[in-house]
């Protein structure tokens, strides 16, 4: 069967890691990419072999592009996701969906109405580390599951990346950064939630690019870069987290207590072992399990997107599942300047995990079969409320 054609909108240091792993998935094919620095376009499409390096209107006038991916930065996701709908494409997008809940309905909304698609990153939870955590969770190797604790804790990105001024930015910090990770895969495994509470800081004014042409740059840093959340899920479960960009100590944690023991998720990344404690606390009781299956990459999101259409069924990491996932961090955002609690107002829809037998690498004209990981084509929700 015919790859579906794929077009990358935007050629920065993510677009690397997309284009590298999109040329390894068969049921996919880059036919095209563009950005604003026309450079920029044409040297990416050298570098990985890329047919053609355009401008966005050219790239969405062409019809051998089914999907596009857009890969701009944060506060551009709404208005090109808007082109590419009207252009009668389907989406992939980057994290997060849009900068706010209006036009993350708005970007769902015009979707609905112009019948294609919406899915969004992070893809991550699509990967075999997660999914097999996802897996272990639904058999019940923890029992019912209580309480969940996850830490993201670090420097920040403006130590090694060569133009940080955008991760400090509205739309970015630790929570919109890297806390669309974190939070996507709590309502995969936990269901959604419906209130969050949540203490920040902001300890610095400004920060100063540490590497590349422009170090030694001071820039204005817009968010605050540490934040303490508890969240309350529908199901009744628990949850007390950190997103921090001020430690010198960089630790990851995502731990779901059960009835019966805890289950340590690996959060960070596609693969990577889950670990088990059943019973009580004695560490040696911990038992690691390696997931199986193919491993995945940066793009997997696409791939299943690109099947999930084939089949006729709504992709995994859908619209509406970020738009979830956009709203509570929105929330933990409000709660964080107001000193009160904030409800959830939208939901999400129950994901299944995916086949162990899933093969990234395999050419299959049809992709997983039909399930009720959310719903049906061609009528995906509307902006959910």
């Known amino acids: 069967m015919t790859a579906t054609g794929v077009g990358i909108v935007g050629a920065g240091n993510i677009s690397d890691e997309y284009l590298r792993s999109l040329a390894t998935y068969p049921d996919v094919r880059v036919v095209a990419i563009a950005d604003l620095d026309p450079d920029r376009a044409r040297a990416q499409a050298e570098r990985f072999g890329v047919p053609e390096a355009v401008t966005v209107e050219q790239l969405l006038a062409r019809d051998d592009v089914e999907i596009v991916v857009n890969l701009t930065i944060p506060a551009a996701h709404a208005e090109v996701a808007l082109a590419?709908?009207?252009?009668?494409?389907?989406?992939w997008g980057e994290k997060p969906l849009t900068l706010d809940l209006a036009t993350a309905r708005a970007v769902l909304d015009a979707a609905a109405d112009a019948g294609v698609v919406v899915a969004n990153a992070p893809d991550t939870i699509l990967g075999e580390g997660i999914q097999n955590a996802h897996r272990l969770l639904?058999?019940?190797?923890?029992?019912?599951?209580r309480t969940l604790l996850t830490l993201m804790q670090g420097p920040g990105p403006d130590a090694w990346h060569p133009r940080p001024q955008f991760l400090f930015a509205r739309g970015a910090g630790p929570l919109f950064d890297i806390g669309p990770y974190y939070v996507s895969t709590m309502i995969q495994l936990l269901g959604p939630i419906a209130s969050v509470e949540a203490v920040g800081q902001r300890p610095r004014a400004e920060r100063v690019v540490g590497s590349g042409p422009d170090a030694g740059t001071r820039f204005p840093v817009e968010v605050d870069t540490h934040l303490s959340v508890l969240t309350r899920f529908a199901s009744g479960v628990v949850g007390t987290s950190v997103f921090s960009f001020d430690s010198p100590r960089r630790r990851q944690a995502f731990e779901i207590t059960g009835a019966d023991g805890v289950l340590e998720v690996p959060v960070s990344g596609f693969d990577g072992a889950t670990r088990v404690l059943a019973g009580d606390d004695r560490e040696t009781d911990w038992i690691e399990v390696p997931p199986p299956g193919v491993h995945r990459e940066r793009g997997v999101g696409v791939l299943?997107?690109?099947?999930?259409?084939?089949?006729g069924r709504a992709p995994r990491a859908s619209g509406e599942l970020a738009l979830h996932a956009l709203e509570v961090m929105l929330a933990i955002e409000r709660s964080a300047e107001t000193g009160t609690a904030v409800a959830i107002e939208s939901t999400a829809?129950?994901?299944e995990p995916l086949p162990t037998e899933w093969d990234p690498t395999a050419s299959t004209p049809h992709g997983t079969a039909p399930s009720t990981s959310g719903g049906t084509l061609p009528a995906p929700a509307r902006g959910v409320r």
């Open 84 to 91: 590419a709908i009207a252009a009668g494409k389907h989406v």
């Open 138 to 145: 639904a058999e019940g190797a923890i029992g019912e599951p």
């Open 304 to 311: 299943e997107l690109a099947r999930a259409l084939r089949d």
């Open 349 to 351: 829809p129950v994901v």
